[in-house]
């Protein structure tokens, strides 16, 4: 990727995260619900009608859209995206406190996704139509059809009821509290990605220059190792990025299962307590974190595929 | 040859298998006050609660004492009726949008596809999230958040579509010969639109039915006492210790009806796009 497709990427990245600000902040103008007086009850005493108002008009709530929406970007440019009702803190504060945490699931559930699922992906492609494909098709099939909360759940049951392994991994906020979460989101996403990972070997197992090589007789392995995984590794990285995004989104289902702290569990509480700077704030950076994600992994490919170093 | 032949056949018969399947799942659904011989999913009495399953209540009973097996058949009217809506709505609405910004270009398709990218270039289940939460628990508004990010892939793929065949000869000669162009639309541009959209439509609902229950999960669907798949889960989760088929039946039933819709997407797609075969 040249630097002007860069350029031009970052620039793309932009006005997705401002028209994704405006829609955000157009649903929660329209939502139903008047932030006032919920800023007030969530302190926790009836607020009378006069300080409902009274609060309107400080906040700024009786101006027209536009002007409520340019200020809020205005100030969310400069880092600040107010603060949360709910919890009386900075949103920003609340998100970079939990951004670590679900980072770090995240990776560890990828790195969990990628062990399992190249391996099968391989085997299952090189070893096409034989007992162990079908093996790995079948179990696959059945993976992308688990609602990752059930698994949670199961996993929950099973290791924490019935084998009570409570204290070890079950409870506290080390390295052993992500297993279950990471293993529940690895599940749907390991399925998924082993079958592109057996599509594309396939795929690069069926060009003519494999069936050139074997004639030649260079040895199966070779031919492997040297040429097709290497060749089929831009569009297993380009899955990865696109896998990330649903990751991002399900941790939000598997953080409320576990009590894991991070930004879903956060989101979700926000979402229930109609905390509308958090959820804009929420939205955003997931955007963000999402999209910048993606963009590296499309500069990677120029350390992948040297034909992309030429300008396109 | 002879093989060829013979694995297309072993597939079909496997579609005719998950159609029976889904068929007999969308039966349960239409006769469930039949099946549950009138026992309603929504009362219960609280002498009966959290009763393990018995030859009375074969999936047992839940705190207040409803009959989860009654639950879980009428659940699968809800699911059903949910993912159908969302894949109805992004379907009519993704197609007729990307037909539109096809046929037209210009500022109608820069308009229409700069929101659709926009909705596309980040996960959509955090947006299904904020736009169901913020509309208010209920499992309308959780169709229209799921569609709200799944027309977008309906309406690039209809635009692709319509952009292979409107710069054709016969299309040209349509206009030419003073077609309207509402019936260049309907006659030309949609039926070659439609096969591989219901291809799409039918492999998506599966996945549709998981994103609805996640978010009946989490609390931005279903509400009680509907008898929703997911919201049963969450509803028992806190049993999990004394009450485990509380999250036992109503998992399972999610996971065999995604597994059916899914088993039949692909078969559909086999047989209507056999170019498709991996």
Request: aromatic share 10%; net charge positive; charged share 15%.
């Amino acid at each position: 990727m040249s630097t002007k497709k860069i350029l031009s990427r970052i620039l793309q990245i932009v006005i997705v995260l401002i028209g994704i600000s405006f829609l955000t902040f157009l649903l929660t103008y329209l939502a139903p619900g008047d932030p006032a007086q919920i800023m007030l009850t969530s302190s926790g005493v009836m607020p009378t009608p006069s300080e409902v108002a009274a609060l309107r008009e400080t906040m700024g709530f009786n101006d027209p859209f536009f002007v409520q929406y340019f200020r809020w970007l205005g100030n969310a440019l400069h880092g600040d995206f107010g603060v949360s009702f709910s919890l009386n803190k900075p949103v920003v504060d609340l998100l970079l406190a939990r951004l670590w945490p679900t980072l770090k699931l995240t990776i560890f559930s990828m790195i969990l996704m990628l062990v399992v699922s190249v391996p099968l992906g391989m085997v299952s492609a090189v070893k096409k139509d034989s007992w162990i494909d079908n093996l790995v098709r079948g179990v696959t099939f059945l993976g992308v059809s688990l609602p990752n909360f059930w698994v949670g759940l199961l996993l929950m049951l099973l290791f924490c009821v019935k084998l009570k392994l409570l204290p070890v991994i079950c409870s506290g906020g080390d390295f052993k509290s992500m297993i279950l979460p990471a293993v529940t989101l690895a599940v749907a996403m390991s399925a998924k990605y082993t079958r592109q990972v057996r599509t594309a070997i396939l795929e690069e197992l069926s060009q003519d220059y494999v069936i050139g090589a074997r004639a030649r007789g260079v040895k199966e392995r070779k031919i492997l190792w040297r040429n097709v995984f290497p060749n089929s590794l831009l569009p297993l990285i380009t899955m990865l990025g696109l896998s990330v995004g649903s990751l991002l989104g399900g941790t939000a289902v598997v953080e409320v299962i576990f009590s894991y702290p991070g930004l879903g569990s956060l989101a979700v509480s926000a979402i229930t307590s109609n905390d509308y700077n958090l959820i804009q704030g929420y939205v955003l950076w997931i955007a963000l974190i999402y999209m910048v994600i993606n963009l590296l992994v499309d500069i990677s490919y120029n350390f992948v595929d040297p034909r992309m170093r030429l300008s396109r | 040859m002879e093989m060829k032949k013979k694995s297309f056949f072993a597939r079909y018969k496997v579609f005719t298998i998950f159609a029976i399947l889904a068929i007999l799942i969308i039966l349960a659904a239409v006769f469930a006050p039949q099946i549950t011989r009138g026992v309603d999913p929504a009362k219960g009495s609280l002498a009966d609660a959290i009763k393990a399953p018995s030859a009375e209540h074969i999936f047992g009973t839940d705190k207040m004492g409803r009959d989860i097996f009654t639950r879980v058949i009428y659940g699968a009217r809800v699911s059903l009726l949910a993912a159908f809506g969302v894949v109805g709505l992004s379907f009519v609405i993704g197609t007729f949008l990307g037909i539109i910004s096809g046929y037209f270009r210009g500022i109608v398709d820069s308009v229409i596809m700069r929101i659709a990218d926009m909705m596309v270039s980040f996960p959509g289940l955090v947006l299904a999230m904020a736009v169901a939460g913020i509309l208010g628990a209920s499992i309308g508004n959780a169709i229209i958040a799921v569609s709200v990010v799944t027309w977008p892939k309906y309406a690039r793929l209809a635009r692709s579509l319509v952009l292979k065949i409107r710069d054709r000869d016969y299309v040209a000669a349509a206009v030419v010969t003073g077609s309207k162009t509402p019936y260049i639309l309907f006659r030309y541009m949609l039926p070659n639109a439609l096969p591989t959209l219901v291809i799409t439509a039918a492999t998506d609902i599966g996945s549709l039915m998981l994103e609805l229950a996640g978010l009946s999960f989490l609390g931005f669907g279903a509400t009680p006492p509907t008898p929703e798949w997911g919201l049963m889960l969450s509803e028992g989760r806190a049993y999990m210790q004394s009450a485990p088929w509380l999250m036992i039946f109503p998992g399972l039933a999610i996971f065999i009806t995604v597994v059916v819709f899914n088993m039949l997407g692909d078969g559909l797609r086999d047989i209507l796009d056999p170019r498709s075969n991996e």
